[in-house]
């Protein structure tokens, strides 16, 4: 970090009061320019620094994925762009990001700070703004603060002890608001995951956030000062305040005082999707292309076979009657070897019939057979990323061809032995026709093009970041920690009901012997994944079905805007494909709008709890009409989520 230097001479003092007085000249001409009044946004505006190589700035890009994914629609604008007046509408919901636009000028503070006391939404984080254009840190903190609610970085005070890394806790409702998945929120003082269906008291409880292998993470945040007047969503061991909604004037912000762009840009990129989608859902009120095909939650059951002794542990699934739901994602390791060569412990795929009768079975009913790593499972995974590439790759290989000779069909999935993935074997399988893979990174997200150290594979290969109960993701790490029957069953059936109830998808993985030390945690979940099948609101997916939606809905062009007279009447939303728009679907929030009115292409249209869902059914085109009710926000109580039991949809029809 910068420091703030020596006290400036005198010719800097006047430089500064001449900006001083310029930025308030701008400020009050900006405000005399547009009579406009502030409404509901149409999209949200990600605010960068002048100059930035837009399309080749791994910060921007990961912002548009996670929009993207989140199914909102961003645009990206420079300061400058923001400063002309009428080329940004005023109710755009501005985004300024943390890492990559710490420096900002007066102006810019400025005009930020008007269009939120006219009306504007705002999701302000981290050290966006911290710095001037000189580099220099304000010494009574951020100049932003204002519109945070609190004091912070408070450099002048502080040095740099104005950052530690404290344990996150989450305030009573942020769980659900945040929408965190089982097993990602654990009790601080015990550790042990929590469950809103083993809790009493949440509001008692102190909770903490976690993540696989190393239980509850620190994240570094800026000391604050001050009584935080909104609703508090995290906050740090001393209180400091670590993220909250409040109101600013006539507009609202969203404050998170994490570094969210730098933690998903190093495999940890839950909490950046999880406070965009809170803040474009549930305070900017924007449409959403939901990530879910039809917006119906999946689950997605991944098997690791990797050694002889899957062979009886699978039969004692079958007894359980495990293969009558599914589909699975079921990938091998298909050498003869598990820890080094020679030791006879693997499965020997292209020799072993009792193993091949299985893989046939699998591909018969519908699974996805993939491959587990590189032919010698622990040795393989130990090694992958030390050993020269050729001998990793030539492996991996080998592993590919005898699991796609087996199942006769194309290998299209992957997992890394041991979780050992380096970035370069991203690449490597997309070059070879796989389109997913599993991944014990960014814990707890749905599937992502996720990014290491800065970089990301191609787009249209996805990460299916495995579900973790706290510090454990293996039943095999779960019971030698003695994890209780009881406490697997219930994390189980909160993963299948939280898929539902937020309509989307996540990934819990096994290997078949692990299973057998929950038997009856496992047949619980299967008897409720059934009833969720049966009654529609949740389905199995595959990674690579997945993938192969995801990569569709990449496709979808679609904008949104509001055709005005004296007040804002109607808004327009219009989308577009190149093949097909069959299974994609948007929820509009019924607060905002009245009944879409399908004007172009054919779709189903349904009342869903507090949103309209609009699903194309076929055709290349849609346009939809929406009336708009409301010009003026109000926060949506953390109740807002979409309900977990569909509506039957109505079929509606427009004539091209």
Known sequence: ??????????????????????????????????????????????????????????????????????????????????????????????????????????????????????????????????????????????????????????????????????????????????????????????????SSARSSSPQAEELSLATYFYGRVRYPVFSTQGQFEGERLMHGEDQEMV????????????????????????????????????????????????????????????????????????????AMGAFEQGPYSTHLTAGPDVNVTGDGAGMDLPTNATIRQWVRRFAARGDEVGSHGGWIHNEFGRMVGTWPRERSSQLMEMNIAAVGEASGRPVREYSAPVGNHPLWVTRWLSDRGINSYYFTGDIGMPPTRSYQSEARGPANIWAFPVMSFGAFAAFEEAKAKGVPQADVAQWLIDVADFCARQRT???????????????????????????????????????????????????????????????????????????NLAQMSWLLPARRFGEPQVRQGEAEVARDGNYWRVTAVQGRQLSLDLPTLSSTPTPLPHTSVPAANPVPPAPSRASP
């Open 1 to 194: 970090m910068s420091g703030l230097g020596p006290f400036a001479p005198k010719w800097r003092a006047a430089a500064m009061i001449i900006v001083v007085l310029g930025a308030a000249l701008l400020l009050r001409w900006f405000s005399m320019s547009s009579e406009t009044s502030v409404g509901l946004p149409t999209h949200l505006a990600l605010v960068v620094p002048d100059g930035l190589a837009q399309d080749d700035d791994v910060h921007v890009s990961a912002w548009r994925d996670a929009a993207s994914e989140t199914g909102f629609a961003l645009t990206v604008v420079t300061a400058s762009q923001l400063l002309q007046p009428g080329r940004v509408p005023l109710e755009a919901a501005l985004v300024l990001p943390d890492s990559f636009h710490r420096q900002m000028n007066a102006m810019l503070i400025a005009n930020v700070q008007d269009r939120v006391r006219r009306g504007a939404r705002l999701m302000l984080i981290y050290d966006a703004g911290l710095e001037s254009i000189d580099g220099t840190y304000s010494p009574a903190g951020s100049r932003l603060s204002e519109l945070a609610g609190v004091r912070y970085a408070l450099y002048g005070q502080q040095g740099v002890g104005m950052q530690s890394e404290p344990v996150v806790h989450l305030d009573p409702g942020a769980m659900e608001a945040l929408a965190l998945p089982p097993g990602k929120v654990v009790h601080h003082k015990s550790g042990q995951v929590y």
């Open 243 to 318: 993220a909250g909604r409040h109101r600013v004037g006539l507009g609202e912000v969203l404050f998170v005082n994490l570094p969210l762009t730098f933690l998903k840009l190093r495999t940890d990129g839950l909490l950046l999707h999880s406070f965009l989608r809170y803040f474009a859902q549930d305070i900017a009120e924007l449409p959403q292309l939901a990530p879910m095909p039809k917006a119906q939650g999946a689950v997605i059951m991944n098997w690791h076979i990797d050694s002889g002794a899957a062979v009886p542990a699978l039969e004692a699934l079958d």
């Open 505 to 579: 998808v996540r990934l819990v993985y096994a290997h078949p012997p692990g299973i057998l030390a929950y038997p009856d945690a496992f047949k619980a979940w299967l008897a409720h994944m059934s009833t969720r099948t049966r009654d529609g609101s949740l389905r199995w997916m595959t990674m690579a079905q997945y993938a192969d939606f995801a990569n569709r809905r990449q496709a979808v062009q679609w904008d949104i805007g509001m055709f005005t007279g004296a007040q804002p009447t109607l808004t327009r939303l219009q989308a577009r494909h190149t093949a």
